[in-house]
């Protein structure tokens, strides 16, 4: 068995099989004429199922001939100019490479004696998207797995925060356990759900997350913001944090975040804003400025899996004050004791939730060498131009009623049938439904789906440079058919 240890006399297979399994995926990209083939949970079940784990093949061309059933076949494939659907970016090759090297060096990035040098390149590019954020020489940050765990810990080290400035400031300290009921965070009603999923986790409850109202835009209300605040003072609660989002998941809306920021400041409380989509826009050549404001913040979400065409995970929370970062601190004797602290070794584990952690950095710093930033930037200024252009299709095609210009690229829209009046509310929110399920069924095209109002709409998500606006026209094509062939069957059945 020790032959499949990776080690100095395995090279060679290890080249072997990796190559092997790259020929395999290089074959599988220059094949796929579809997003996926539309396989269904009940077809694919059995075959995994009926895998014998504990018979194993030994030959890796056999595994990867399995694979192939198992997998690889009925993957969804993420650069197909036809998925449109969630938030998931065609990955550049210099990332794809990183992740290659570094899941064979498996450095871990908790301490600076599992690393050595994944650390520093680590600590590089946090100071560097710090910088891209304006944040000054007392930004820092650290690696995550995504923008949920990002969410997350921003608002660990805000309730901290808050805990820490409240025990300050009353002269009768609140006990923690006293404080904690009374911390309020404010958000805009179509932020992510991580927020509220995270003020649970923190002990908080979803009840302490206060949705505030969007403008037509789906902008966050600065002035129901303010009203807001105001009633938690005078309520005798605390706001722990505001959550500004540059770049909601649905509209890719941006908060004003200028405007949050005065606000947050003049309540003293803690802002963050979850750029874990918008973050595309710190590379953009022409778009940058969408994210003014964001400097103010005390700390921000990024995922560049999301947004920078890197692979899962790769993701980051930045802070404006290091120093908030000790909430999150524990020195462990075996680990990363506090005399190593004082002798100035670099332990991201100081920094992070996570313990053993990956070397995701590598990617982006692979991608940042090769590309250039203006060259992530321009990719993603693609996707944001032809959001533009897929909202001007959709805006005079009458088949469809599209909710929001896009600040990013995301469009939510509707199909809705000539004649309205003939149908309830119920059918046409079903047809929307039928007609992303009839597609996904097919395999034709991925798109995704959400909530407006109540009623069922239909989601792209643009992020494929690839994709052209014939391919959104040629979905569109495909769901207003699926759409007309159920009203036509509900008709049937009605009458
Ligand atoms: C995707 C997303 C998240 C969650 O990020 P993950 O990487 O999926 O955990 C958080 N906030 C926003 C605005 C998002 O779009």
């Given at each position: 068995m020790r032959q499949h240890l990776l080690n100095e006399t395995t090279a060679a297979d290890y080249r072997r099989s990796v190559t092997e399994g790259v020929e395999r995926v290089a074959a599988k990209l220059a094949s796929t004429e579809k997003p996926h083939t539309g396989i269904s949970v009940d077809e694919l079940t059995p075959v995994i199922a009926g895998i014998d784990l504990d018979r194993p093949l030994a030959d890796p061309a056999a595994v990867l001939d399995e694979l192939e059933d198992v997998y690889l076949r009925d993957a969804v494939y993420f650069h197909h100019p036809r998925y449109l659907g969630h938030l998931n970016c065609p990955v550049v090759i210099p990332a794809v490479l990183g992740e290659a090297i570094l899941s064979a060096v498996n450095s871990s990035l908790d301490t600076w004696d599992q690393s050595i040098g994944g650390t520093l390149i680590e600590r590089r590019l946090i100071d560097w998207t710090a910088g891209r954020i304006g944040f000054g020489p007392s930004g820092d940050g650290v690696f995550t797995s995504g923008g949920s765990q990002s969410n997350f810990h921003a608002l660990l080290l805000a309730r901290d925060e808050a805990c820490r400035i409240a025990m300050q400031n009353s002269d009768v300290p609140l006990p923690k356990g006293e404080l904690l009921p009374k911390l309020r965070i404010f958000t805009s009603e179509?932020?992510?759900f991580s927020v509220k999923k995270s003020a649970a986790m923190l002990g908080l409850g979803y009840e302490a997350v206060i949705p505030v109202p969007v403008d037509a835009d789906k902008r966050m209300n600065t002035a129901a913001l303010a009203l807001e605040l105001e009633n938690c003072r005078r309520d005798g609660l605390y706001p722990m944090a505001v959550v500004a989002t540059?770049?909601?998941?649905?509209?890719?809306s941006i908060d004003p975040l200028p405007e949050i920021a005065r606000l947050a400041a003049e309540h003293a409380t803690w802002m963050h804003v979850d750029?874990?989509?918008?973050?595309g826009l710190l590379v953009s050549p022409t778009r940058r400025?969408?994210?003014?404001?964001?400097?103010?913040?005390?700390s921000v979400t990024v995922d560049y899996h999301k947004s920078f065409f890197q692979p899962v995970s790769s993701s980051a929370m930045l802070v404006r004050d290091r120093d908030t970062l000790q909430h999150a601190t524990f020195y462990a004797d075996y680990l990363n004791p506090r005399r190593m602290a004082e002798e100035r070794i670099p332990n991201q584990v100081d920094k992070s939730i996570q313990t053993t952690r990956r070397f995701d950095a590598l990617k982006l710093w692979m991608t940042l060498r090769t590309m250039g930033a203006d060259g992530v930037g321009e990719l993603f200024d693609q996707v944001v131009s032809l959001a533009s252009e897929g909202y001007e299709l959709l805006a005079t095609d009458p088949r469809f009623e599209v909710v929001v210009r896009p600040q990013l690229s995301t469009l939510v829209y509707r199909y809705l049938p000539a004649d309205r009046s003939a149908f309830t509310a119920e059918q046409i929110d079903e047809a929307n439904l039928h007609a992303r399920k009839a597609l996904f069924a097919s395999g034709e095209a991925v798109v995704a789906g959400t909530k407006v109002d109540g009623a069922q709409y239909l989601k792209f998500t643009l992020l494929n440079p690839q994709t052209t606006t014939a391919d959104i026209s040629a979905v569109l094509d495909l769901l207003a058919s699926h759409a007309e062939q159920y009203l036509g069957e509900s008709l049937v059945h009605a009458s």
């Open positions: 179509v932020s992510h540059a770049g909601t998941t649905d509209f890719g750029a874990a989509y918008g973050c400025h969408l994210l003014d404001g964001i400097e103010l913040a005390d």
